[in-house]
């Protein structure tokens, strides 16, 4: 064999070795992605377990607030129901809104507010809110290598081919942007 067939297949050896080895990254990534987006399922489906504790703690109190109630009960349904990212973020977008309105009818309750059983919900609620935050904040870290990754060549010549296409980040509704009004 000449030494430049030779050369050839040891470049098409190196080229095949590489393109695997970037193929194999890529499945991580995606793979990591996908978990990412399990974590924060789980922390919105923990959310979502704890919401009927605390709204009967609530309603035992404020018994005439029924449109609350339905607004909290009609977020948790949509955020059950989501299938994507898109729905879910907009699920938790209402599912946030309707829990602060739900705290908002349980500050004019003074009994309410130093029941034991409220209080510990509501701090257990507070440290969900926090774990969705992180959860959030881990997948949309790992979209973005993920989306860059197979933008980035070599990567991008073949990621579409193999199915590799860029996944959503978790949005926040544009409703988070306004300052949030407290009154007393």
């Given at each position: 064999?000449?030494?430049?067939?030779?050369g050839?297949?040891a470049a098409?050896?190196?080229?095949v070795?590489?393109?695997?080895?970037?193929?194999n990254?890529?499945?991580?990534?995606?793979?990591?992605?996908?978990?990412?987006?399990?974590?924060?399922e789980?922390?919105?489906?923990?959310?979502?377990?704890?919401v009927?504790?605390?709204?009967?703690?609530?309603?035992g109190?404020a018994?005439?607030e029924?449109?609350?109630?339905?607004?909290?009960?009609?977020?948790?349904?949509?955020?059950g129901g989501?299938?994507t990212?898109a729905?879910?973020s907009?699920?938790?977008?209402?599912m946030?809104t309707?829990l602060?309105r739900?705290?908002?009818?349980?500050?004019?309750?003074?009994?309410l507010?130093?029941?034991?059983?409220?209080i510990?919900?509501?701090?257990e609620?507070?440290g969900?809110?926090?774990?969705?935050?992180v959860?959030?904040k881990?997948?949309?870290?790992?979209?973005?290598?993920?989306?860059?990754?197979?933008?980035?060549?070599?990567?991008s010549?073949?990621a579409?081919?193999?199915?590799?296409?860029?996944r959503d980040?978790?949005?926040?509704?544009?409703?988070?942007?306004?300052?949030?009004q407290?009154?007393?």
């Amino acid at each position: 064999m000449s030494k430049g067939l030779l050369g050839i297949i040891a470049a098409i050896v190196i080229c095949v070795g590489l393109m695997f080895s970037s193929y194999n990254g890529l499945v991580s990534m995606n793979e990591n992605v996908t978990g990412k987006w399990a974590q924060v399922e789980n922390q919105l489906q923990r959310r979502n377990d704890l919401v009927p504790n605390l709204v009967n703690t609530v309603k035992g109190y404020a018994n005439h607030e029924t449109e609350v109630f339905k607004q909290v009960s009609d977020a948790r349904a949509k955020l059950g129901g989501a299938q994507t990212v898109a729905e879910a973020s907009a699920a938790n977008n209402e599912m946030t809104t309707a829990l602060g309105r739900l705290l908002m009818v349980a500050e004019n309750y003074p009994d309410l507010k130093s029941n034991t059983n409220f209080i510990q919900l509501q701090d257990e609620l507070a440290g969900t809110e926090n774990r969705i935050a992180v959860a959030r904040k881990d997948y949309n870290n790992a979209v973005q290598a993920y989306n860059a990754r197979i933008k980035s060549l070599p990567a991008s010549l073949y990621a579409g081919a193999f199915g590799f296409t860029a996944r959503d980040y978790f949005k926040a509704d544009e409703a988070a942007q306004k300052v949030p009004q407290v009154k007393f």
